[in-house]
């Protein structure tokens, strides 16, 4: 009985908190599937985030608020797949980049998963470096290729280095392949 519970304890300790960015472009969804695949494991937090543009009128925050809501459960169905992995979607509204680092941090996230194309929330800060330093917690950012013609996925992980920034271009060290 107290190994079973000595087991319980180490799978706890274990698991990991993930944070994945839900944006409304191929490239998050490619990261999500990437990392259901390659990364997240069995007892996982799966925290499915997606970030709205502030809104002056309620009506309008509404919408973007429920749009961002339905967008985050599509990704969820992706997640069906982990045995006993906890999902949770939370929707918030503010600037992306900023929201996201406080978010994650708020959440203690050992892992921040974002989908990398042209209009991502990295490459749009003025300062980049400043604002990875400031997420406390491992970055992988998933880039999406053309998928081959066979229909498999194809996917490129790369490594954000928070400490090391500087190394590399823009601070995107490349880590591995996959397809």
């Excluded at 797949?81 to 050992?110: C, F, H, M, P, S």
Aim: glycine share 8%.
């Amino acid at each position: 009985m107290d190994n079973l519970r000595l087991e319980d304890r180490e799978k706890v300790m274990e698991s990991q908190r993930v944070v994945v960015v839900v944006e409304d472009v191929g490239a998050a969804r490619a990261a999500l599937q990437w990392a259901v695949r390659n990364f997240i494991r069995a007892g996982d937090c799966i925290t499915l985030l997606h970030v709205c543009p502030p809104a002056r009128s309620r009506r309008r925050r509404r919408s973007l608020r429920l749009g961002g809501f339905q967008l985050a459960l599509a990704f969820r169905e992706l997640c069906n797949g982990i045995a006993e992995a906890k999902v949770e979607i939370v929707v918030r509204e503010g600037e992306v980049g900023e929201t996201v680092v406080a978010t994650v941090n708020q959440l203690a996230a050992t892992t921040l998963v974002v989908g990398l194309h042209d209009k991502s929330f990295l490459y749009r800060s003025t300062n980049p470096y400043e604002r990875m330093r400031r997420v406390g917690c491992r970055v992988l950012g998933i880039r999406q290729h053309a998928t081959a013609r066979d229909g498999s996925f194809n996917a490129e992980l790369t490594q954000i280095e928070t400490i090391n920034l500087h190394s590399g271009r823009n601070g995107f060290q490349k880590a591995k392949s996959c397809s």
